[in-house]
């Protein structure tokens, strides 16, 4: 029994034209988040410390690109080299520019300063935040942060952003320690009001060689700030999902 040909060309038709639109859905760019589980990112990194400097070296190694940023980014070239090919230097406008998504790693008392100079050119953009609000260091800041939680001040200050916090529940020598480790794999507490922003960093999370766990909207993050009970926690997928009730 042969088949109608003009069903078959119907059919051809209608694969040549999702084909093409696929096509140029990606030549043209597209959603950062509609090609992230395939392509490789762009992660703009504000800061390069501790860090930034892990992160971005673990993400490079996945086949990402990062970009990491200083007011004063030749003096990153011994880091960028060491992070090898896909890691260069940058000015944090330059980061926060060619970032598919971008890190805040700084310490917490320049944020103030980074929503002054960096406000609008973040809006719209997935931020992950890993900041964490010290007293010696972070003097006003950590004040708001004692009276209202870390998540309300960091929507306060990264406003317009997508933001998730992640990466600032642990030390980075934790992160060194643990990246990759065979299984069970570390875990890593996430909280976001954006479904899309989190499922891009839970990819970037898997990438960096841990398990990404959801603990629930953005104003979760205060359970797994640091100085609460869920800081500084090295446990599993399971365990950390226990522990904290998390969502996913």
Do not use: C
């Amino acid at each position: 029994m042969r088949s109608d040909p003009i069903s078959r060309r119907a059919a051809l038709a209608f694969g040549m034209s999702l084909a093409l639109g696929m096509s140029l859905a990606v030549s043209a760019g597209g959603p950062a988040w509609a090609q992230a589980a395939t392509s490789p990112l762009r992660i703009g990194i504000v800061g390069a410390g501790n860090i930034g400097g892990t992160l971005g070296g673990l993400w490079a190694k996945a086949g990402h690109a990062v970009m990491l940023s200083s007011r004063h980014p030749e003096e990153l070239k011994a880091l960028v080299e060491s992070l090898g090919p896909r890691a260069r230097a940058g000015t944090p406008a330059e980061a926060i520019a060619f970032g598919d998504v971008v890190l805040i790693a700084v310490p917490y008392k320049a944020y103030p300063q980074i929503a002054q100079d960096y406000g609008p050119a973040l809006q719209g953009k997935i931020v992950i935040d890993a900041g964490n609000a010290t007293q010696a260091r972070d003097g006003e800041v950590y004040g708001e942060v004692k009276e209202n939680g870390i998540a309300a001040v960091s929507a306060k200050y990264l406003r317009g952003a997508r933001i998730v916090r992640g990466f600032n529940a642990a030390n980075y020598r934790v992160f060194v320690k643990n990246a990759h480790r065979e299984a069970p794999r570390m875990a890593i507490p996430l909280a976001s009001d954006d479904a899309q922003a989190l499922a891009m960093v839970e990819r970037l999370v898997t990438d960096a060689g841990f398990d990404p766990v959801v603990v629930g909207p953005l104003a979760k993050a205060d359970s797994f700030a640091m100085g609460s009970p869920g800081f500084a926690l090295e446990l599993t997928a399971p365990e950390l999902k226990t522990r904290l009730g998390a969502a996913r």
